[in-house]
């Protein structure tokens, strides 16, 4: 891969990147088990160049049928970057949780969270749809981004939640 970069700037505020050309080489090694199992385990691990350093990644993730109506998916994410002529490094966490249920064929409810160290910041994501008919469907979603890390050193204690919407949408198709 090739990226370039105009202009330096800042990862997480704690790793500088320089402007300049940059070619990545990656290699990565996975193991999935099929689509059909219940059940299914996934490992994969990832070793390159990022930008004038490198980087180490390893991802577990679990998906968990557990009927038909309801299914159960959870993912973590480490990554270790080194910028070793920068003496700058950077460990960063993700974590997810998704969450789909179906109460029938018409209503289904979807929750996602999220949790991300670099950014020390959570995300909720809840959708429910109900569908009238084909073509129309309502939606109702909910989104908060929530600070996990309130107590800084500098400036003011920050709020629990760093951002809060509620969306309604309906979709209608004109058939002919």
Excluded at 24 to 51: C, I, K, M, Q, T
Excluded at 78 to 106: C, E, G, S, W
Aim: aromatic residues 16%.
């Amino acid at each position: 891969s090739y990226e370039d970069v105009p202009e330096a700037f800042s990862i997480e505020d704690k790793v500088d990147v320089p402007a300049g050309q940059y070619w990545y080489h990656e290699v990565d090694l996975s193991a999935r088990p099929p689509d059909g199992w219940l059940f299914r385990p996934e490992v994969e691990l990832e070793a390159g160049s990022f930008f004038d350093g490198s980087k180490y990644s390893f991802e577990a993730e679990s998906t968990w049928n557990l009927s038909r109506f309801f299914e159960l998916n959870g993912e973590y994410q480490l990554n270790f970057i080194r910028f070793p002529d920068r003496d700058q490094n950077l460990t960063l966490h993700l974590a997810r949780l998704r969450v789909q249920a179906a109460l029938n064929t018409k209503a289904s409810l979807r929750a996602f969270f999220q949790f991300n160290s670099g950014a020390e910041l959570g995300s909720l994501n809840l959708r429910f749809r109900y569908n009238f008919r084909e073509g129309n469907d309502l939606w109702l979603v909910y989104n908060e981004g929530i600070n996990t890390d309130r107590n800084q050193l500098t400036g003011p204690r920050l709020p629990r939640s760093d951002s809060r919407s509620l969306m309604v949408k309906y979709t209608y198709t004109f058939i002919r």
